[in-house]
């Protein structure tokens, strides 16, 4: 089940639990609003971490949170400090990229 | 005489040692195994254990016992995998020359990956029962603790057999009901998970009989430490669950084997081809059960579907002729529910666990997502299944490689 968002005068297509679906559809706009809506105002550190993230998927890495641990860009414990709550979760969302398939 | 090389003498490594043994020819191949071990273990065991179920002569066995005649077993512990050189070294410094290598070197348990685990307090108020030296403290602190907040907590995923936290919690319940102490015991789950499963189906259904157990579950807990003075566990957001006594199933890692080959990835998993088991580096080179990253569980049941299609595999590699894509991520797990019921759940890359019927269609007799009887002793006859048949190679009646369709209501998975 997708719906229909608007953010400013644009319309973006995300899913039940509010994921984007199409990357496309993605701007720095679209970020900042999703990203208020959890109560986060976005930084350069937030930002340096969305890029990150994006670039993973980009190149089709599998994400968890030992891996964003593990690069040297955030450690894990400011990783929750900048996203609280769900860090993975919240920061794929606010990327627009898909929500990191739960492992097996 | 060419030269295969199985390492890992385990479910999957004796498995593949049995079938190949039977397959191929022996004036041109000759197969070794090698491990470090003496024992093998029955690890599914490892969850009865605790609580006075099984024996540990239930499940320890010499791993001689199974690997067939014409199978040259080798005890020695590995150094590393020269996959350039086409040969792996031994502790001892001995090269083994292999044209064909299959890496079964399973995972581990990792404590040492969480600050506190592993310290003063490790097997005395902190439990694993992922080992069988872990599974045996418990049972002997288990037979005299007089209650009090039991904490069943998940590290981080993926682990083997990621039901067995559960099945350990409700057994639990279990246990203390009849040992007529229920009462003085809180159970608390703590998940890294939203759930209680990976899986949406089985979640909603395990959600639901945890909560009839009287079990809470904490979920979203990425722990970063344990505060053993305190009792208490403490994730990266600052939350803390207090104990007083943790039964934990700590970080699960490959063999360090594979990280001094430099063929792993962060958790020494060997990138493999989830539909060929093929290694994604090395052509020569297959991994089959725990030691490889293909998104299918850590599970016994998953090693036998894989030996199947990688036995066909490697025929076809031998002979030149292209892979078969054929493993679809089949997984097929009992779930202990308790006062002597069980769960079946059986799923693969696609397909969620679902409700229906097993192994036939419309007739079972074992019911799928259903608390049963039947379930549960088919569980326990599945360790009389697993020394006789299974680690034999022996191809189990009924029990297709595939995951079957029909009798199953099913809703396609979205990836």
């Given at each position: 089940m997708t719906q229909t968002k608007m953010i400013g005068n644009k319309a973006i297509t995300v899913n039940e639990e509010g994921?984007?679906?199409?990357?496309?559809?993605?701007d720095k706009q679209v970020a900042e609003t999703i990203a208020k809506e959890v109560n986060i105002d976005l930084s350069q550190r937030h930002w340096e971490v969305l890029n990150f993230l994006q670039d993973q998927h980009k190149k089709e890495v599998a994400l968890n949170i030992r891996k964003v641990g593990s690069s040297?860009?955030?450690?894990i414990k400011e990783f929750y400090t900048l996203f609280p709550q769900g860090p993975l979760k919240t920061a794929t969302k606010i990327a627009g990229i898909p929500k990191p398939a739960s492992c097996i | 005489m060419k030269q295969l090389l199985i390492l890992g003498a385990g479910t999957a490594g004796t498995m593949m040692a049995n079938h190949l043994n039977h397959e191929l020819d022996k004036k041109d191949w000759k197969i070794t195994i090698v491990d470090e071990r003496t024992k093998h273990y029955y690890q599914p065991g490892y969850l009865f254990l605790p609580f006075d179920i099984y024996e540990p002569s239930d499940i320890v066995k010499e791993i001689e016992e199974f690997i067939p005649k014409g199978v040259n077993l080798l005890k020695s512990k590995i150094d590393r995998i020269l996959p350039k050189e086409n040969s792996v070294r031994l502790e001892d410094g001995k090269e083994l020359h292999y044209d064909l290598l299959i890496i079964a070197t399973g995972a581990r348990i990792a404590p040492e990956e969480t600050p506190g685990m592993q310290d003063e307090e490790w097997h005395k108020s902190i439990f694993d029962f992922y080992t069988y030296e872990g599974a045996l403290a418990l049972r002997n602190k288990l037979r005299n603790w007089e209650g009090g907040k039991l904490v069943v907590h998940i590290t981080e995923m993926p682990i083997k057999c990621p039901v067995a936290p559960l099945e350990f919690a409700f057994l639990a319940d279990s246990y203390f009901k009849h040992k007529k102490m229920r009462d003085k015991v809180e159970i608390v789950y703590v998940t890294p998970?939203?759930?209680?499963?990976?899986k949406p189906k089985a979640t909603a259904a395990l959600d639901h009989l945890l909560h009839d157990k009287n079990i809470h579950i904490e979920t979203d807990f990425a722990i970063e430490s344990i505060d053993y003075a305190k009792n208490a566990l403490v994730d990266y957001s600052g939350r803390e669950v207090s104990y007083d006594l943790l039964v934990t199933v700590p970080t699960n890692k490959g063999d360090d084997l594979i990280a001094r080959s430099e063929m792993g990835d962060e958790l020494n998993y060997v990138p493999t081809?989830?539909?060929?088991?093929?290694?994604q580096a090395h052509q020569n080179i297959f991994v089959l059960g725990d030691a490889s990253n293909i998104p299918a569980s850590k599970a016994g049941s998953v090693a036998h579907f894989e030996a199947e299609i990688l036995t066909e595999n490697i025929l076809r590699f031998i002979k030149g002729e292209p892979l078969k894509?054929?493993?679809?991520?089949h997984a097929n797990c009992f779930i202990e529910t308790g006062n002597g019921k069980a769960l079946l759940i059986d799923f693969n890359y696609t397909h969620e666990p679902v409700e229906g019927t097993f192994p036939f269609p419309g007739i079972g007799p074992l019911r799928l997502l259903k608390e049963s009887r039947i379930n549960h002793m088919g569980k326990l006859a599945f360790r009389w299944i697993y020394w006789n048949m299974l680690l034999k190679g022996t191809h189990i009646p009924f029990v297709s490689t595939s995951m079957q369709e029909s009798g199953k209501h099913y809703e396609e998975v979205e990836n």
């Open positions: 994921y984007l679906v199409d990357f496309s559809h993605w040297g860009v955030v450690s | 998970l939203s759930g209680a499963f990976t081809n989830k539909a060929t088991l093929q290694s894509a054929d493993f679809d991520g």
